[in-house]
């Protein structure tokens, strides 16, 4: 299996810019997350899904933030308008229900916001 | 809520030794499960070892093995003959059964191996 694929891997756009990352999850799997590292905040869970429908964004730290997945091999991440504050590294991660959950990690994206 | 402990920001060992990290949580929970994650230099989050609550065994995989403390609600990591690809930030975390859903993080130990 591929694992869960990332793109892209490094993105720099300027304050006000529109950004969207994306995940392709491992082929089967039922849940999708996207989470957020920073050396401050560490590890954060935006927002998940399952079956392809959103189940808790509560993770989502703003409206400029918004997430979709509009089916099982695909989910967006999308920042409108990106601001400085939100240059972090963005994983996405997937996992299967009844096999013991384990998440398994895209490479992730670094995003830098200048 | 659930919360995830790690004590121990950094720590180090010499090549071949063992070394153990401290991971504690809270839960009201019975049933749950707990996994240790391994990001090295690259970045990459690895799953390394994964446990679950009913289980008394303790689980273990290749080199990597865990002290698991229901009761005292610890969960600690051991590598043995510990090499140097081992160098990472190690993170415990969290995920309530059948939740399928947020993992609980904690804050992270990086962990240098020496040679």
């Known amino acids: 299996d591929a694992g869960v694929i990332q793109s892209p891997r490094h993105e720099v756009t300027e304050m006000g810019q529109e950004v969207t990352l994306r995940c392709k999850p491992i082929?089967?799997?039922?849940?999708l997350f996207w989470y957020r590292q920073t050396m401050m905040r560490g590890l954060e869970l935006l927002i998940y899904?399952?079956?392809?429908?959103?189940?808790?964004d509560s993770g989502m730290p703003e409206d400029r933030f918004s997430a979709k997945m509009p089916n099982a091999s695909f989910s967006t991440l999308k920042i409108q308008p990106s601001e400085p504050r939100d240059s972090a590294v963005y994983f996405c991660?997937?996992?299967?229900?009844?096999?013991?959950?384990?998440?398994?990690f895209g490479p992730g994206t670094r995003l830098t916001v200048t | 809520a659930q919360t995830v402990t790690q004590s121990q920001p950094e720590m180090s060992v010499q090549e071949a030794e063992t070394v153990t990290l401290s991971c504690t949580y809270d839960?009201?929970?019975?049933?749950?499960?707990l996994f240790w994650y391994k990001q090295p230099p690259s970045r990459q989050m690895i799953l390394v070892i994964r446990?679950?609550?009913?289980?008394?065994q303790n689980a273990t995989e290749n080199r990597f093995s865990v002290n698991f403390q229901k009761a005292a609600k610890s969960f600690s990591l051991k590598i043995s003959d510990s090499q140097l690809g081992d160098t990472a930030m190690y993170f415990c975390?969290?995920?309530?059964?059948?939740?399928?859903?947020?993992?609980?993080f904690g804050q992270g130990t990086e962990l240098s191996v020496k040679p």
């Open positions: 991660a997937s996992s299967l229900a009844g096999a013991g959950y384990e998440q398994y």
């Open positions: 446990q679950e609550a009913y289980k008394q």
């Open positions: 899904f399952n079956n392809n429908v959103p189940i808790d």
């Open positions: 839960t009201s929970e019975n049933n749950y499960y």
């Open positions: 975390a969290f995920l309530r059964y059948n939740q399928g859903g947020k993992l609980i």
């Open positions: 082929s089967g799997h039922d849940y």
